[in-house]
């Protein structure tokens, strides 16, 4: 037998796979794991989405294989659970399934989160895996003030929110298995082109090259964003695989058990398979994964503009709420400027950008108000995770944009005086 685990990556290549596959097994260096397998819904030869430059490289080892494969089938997830002959069974799952797009109605969402989240989890049981890790998106309405626990019941923000809430409910409630939940703030990163963090970047680049100050519609108040780089996503990960791993599920529950607290309709039980009543108490362990940056909207938007040369600030209080209250009708008119510029951008670009996976449309739940305010102490506490990339600094950004541009995928407008991009 291997003295390194395998690992199957389940979900997430639009995401945060990415960079759990280059951390698992990097490009260069020793890798974690014996063997991995990714499953997920995209092709990979020809990509129907972004990789990026150093995937390729890790899909092409001899340790690593890719499955592109439907996991709404059941079948289908129990057969990628199957090992190559003469390989080790999987003994680590990383569960990143989950609809992101917000704008998908709710049978999508059950189907596509819920569903898919039930039948791996239901698989992983059966086959006895060491650790089952979930990476949970933010996607709460998290009080104003304060930091977070785990233990808190906080209502889940909207229709995806309910949706990937109910994920853990359901997978908490599979007997035996070896669960551990990890729930991220607001993730950015090189690999990351989804997501709020991600948008604001695009569009403060916009505001840079338009020589012009990006404005909030909400006041300056703490309005907390807390933000995690993607190199600490796929850390806590791997720490939490290894620490579920080296305790088992009984020791894990009992220091690291949560509530996760009944969220939904109740006439939804009897339609969604797997979906506990909701008087049944489901306990977990589960962590939250934040920086240390403290990132509220005014930090965030001062940084990112701040290293494309612009300013951060806010619109009156009358406008603010003028517009608030006609999100709908002039989000369009915001767009109309964000999107005419980023095509001029790409286009001046030298070289030009042909392909990018990144744009500055901004929908209504972009240019909404979002709280993010999780503590990180516990897994720091418990599972003993010390952060790579603990502030998001200009610094942290400028690498990022290097990155892209050094891809080919972000504009590089060679006049500077013109503009700072």
Known sequence: MSQKPSAIIFGGVNTCSRELTNFLVPPEGEALVSNLRIVDKYSVEPPTTYLGPEFPRVLAKDNVEYRQANLTVPTIVSSAFDPPAGQDPYSLVFDLTGEVAHDRPEKIQINHTCNVARLIGEEAARRNVKAYVRLQQPWYEVPDKGLHEEKEDIKPHGVI???????????????????????????????????????????????????????????????AMHTVHSEDVAGGLWAAAEWMSRVGRDEAL??????????????????????????????????????????????????????????????????????????????????????????????????????????????TFSLSKHTVAFSNKKIQRIIGYHLRRPSMTADVLYEIVDKWKAEGIWPTIRNESEAAV
């Open 254 to 363: 009992e220091l690291a058990g949560e509530e996760i607290y009944w969220r939904n309709d109740k006439s939804k039980v009897s339609e969604v398979t797997g979906m506990p009543p909701s008087e049944k108490k489901v306990i977990a362990p589960l962590f939250n994964l934040t920086d240390d940056n403290g990132t509220t909207l005014d930090k965030a938007g001062k940084t990112m503009t701040g290293i494309f040369g612009t300013t951060f600030e806010y619109h009156n209080f009358v406008t603010s709420a003028m517009l608030r209250f006609r999100l709908e009708d002039v989000v369009e008119d915001i767009n109309d400027t964000h999107m005419s510029t980023w095509a001029e951008m790409l286009t001046r670009s030298d070289p030009p950008v042909t392909l990018t996976p990144f744009t500055a449309y901004m929908n």
């Open 161 to 223: 929110g309910t949706w990937w809430h109910e994920s853990l409910r359901i997978l908490g409630a599979v007997e035996g298995l070896n669960l551990v939940i990890l729930r991220i703030g607001l993730v950015y990163g090189p690999y990351i082109d989804f997501g709020l963090m991600t948008n604001v970047l695009t569009v403060a680049a916009v505001y840079g090259y338009m020589k012009k100050p990006m404005k909030s519609l909400w006041s300056p108040g703490h309005n």
